[in-house]
């Protein structure tokens, strides 16, 4: 495997209206393996979204270094949102293809695509309705859709599925997991759900605060598909939680 993200002595500094410097990340290091399944877990407010906007290009002031794998930019990525952030004044279609416009039109190829992640997602049937016709789970579906799209390389998630029902979160788990098995992409997740990480990672880096740093990484090594009742989860749930309340 190669690395087709290396962040190297990463840091971001935030002011405050006062002018007054918070570190809100420092020294992160971090290699993400190509193809592998990346979950950046830690509490609320330690920087974990911070960093992923930093490590998709959605934020590009930053200290420290960070480099692509050779031929990969950030046209090669793609970001699904704890809000689901859909344009409420476009059809699930439109959402769902909103990578692809080129002159505000969807091309047959285009419509193509989108009618079969639809499908594949759930959403056969749906496609003219409107955001606020669906439930967050359905939202949340159109939001991995449009992520999907584009064909990326590397799929950057931030609690994706937080805001949605324990059943809703677990059948999404579910499905994503599918998804990066036949997409063969990289994918890059923040949680704060320890059972989440330690279903879907292939990795898991510990995000302490104040400042943002990561403390380990650990591997996680559980045979797939996992069950969430068995010993060996259960260790892994308990390791993990020993170094986020450290
Ligand atoms: P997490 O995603 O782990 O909850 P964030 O990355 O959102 O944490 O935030 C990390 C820290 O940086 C928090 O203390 C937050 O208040 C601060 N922060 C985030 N964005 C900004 C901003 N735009 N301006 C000032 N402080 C910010
Ligand atoms: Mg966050």
């Known amino acids: ?19 007054k410097k918070f570190h809100a990340l ?16 830690g509490p609320s407010g330690c ?3 911070t960093l992923l906007r930093i490590m998709s290009g959605l934020d ?46 969807l091309t047959a190829e285009d419509k193509k695509t989108v009618s ?18 669906l439930s967050g789970g359905m939202k949340q579906r159109v939001g991995i859709a449009r ?14 599925f937080s805001a949605l029902d324990s059943f809703t979160a677990t059948a999404l788990r579910k499905e994503l997991l599918v998804l990066w098995n ?10 704060h759900n320890i059972e989440e990480a330690v279903q879907l990672a292939d990795r898991i880096a510990v995000m302490t ?6 403390d380990a990484i650990l591997q996680n090594t559980l045979p797939r598909p996992r069950d969430p009742r068995s010993p060996e989860f259960f260790a892994m749930v308990d390791k993990l939680t020993a170094l986020v309340t450290k």
């Open 26 to 41: 420092e020294k992160v290091n971090l290699e993400i393996e190509e193809g592998e399944f990346f979950v950046l877990l």
């Open 47 to 49: 920087g974990k979204s």
């Open 182 to 191: 036949e997409y063969k992409m990289t994918v890059v997740m923040v949680t």
């Open 116 to 133: 079969g992640l639809l499908k594949t997602l759930g959403l056969e049937g749906f496609s003219h309705q409107y955001p606020r016709e």
């Open 147 to 160: 992520a999907l799209a584009v064909k990326p390389k590397v799929m950057f998630l931030d609690e994706p």
């Open 209 to 214: 605060s104040r400042p943002g740093t990561i």
């Open 60 to 105: 590009s002031s930053f200290i420290g270094s960070q480099t692509y794998k050779a031929g990969v930019d950030k046209k090669d990525f793609s970001f699904v949102f704890q809000q689901f952030a859909l344009l409420p004044w476009l059809t699930v279609e439109e959402n769902a293809g909103l990578g692809l416009f080129a002159d505000h039109t």
């Open 1 to 19: 495997m190669s690395s087709i993200i290396i962040e190297q002595n990463i840091g971001k500094t935030f002011r405050n209206f006062r002018g």
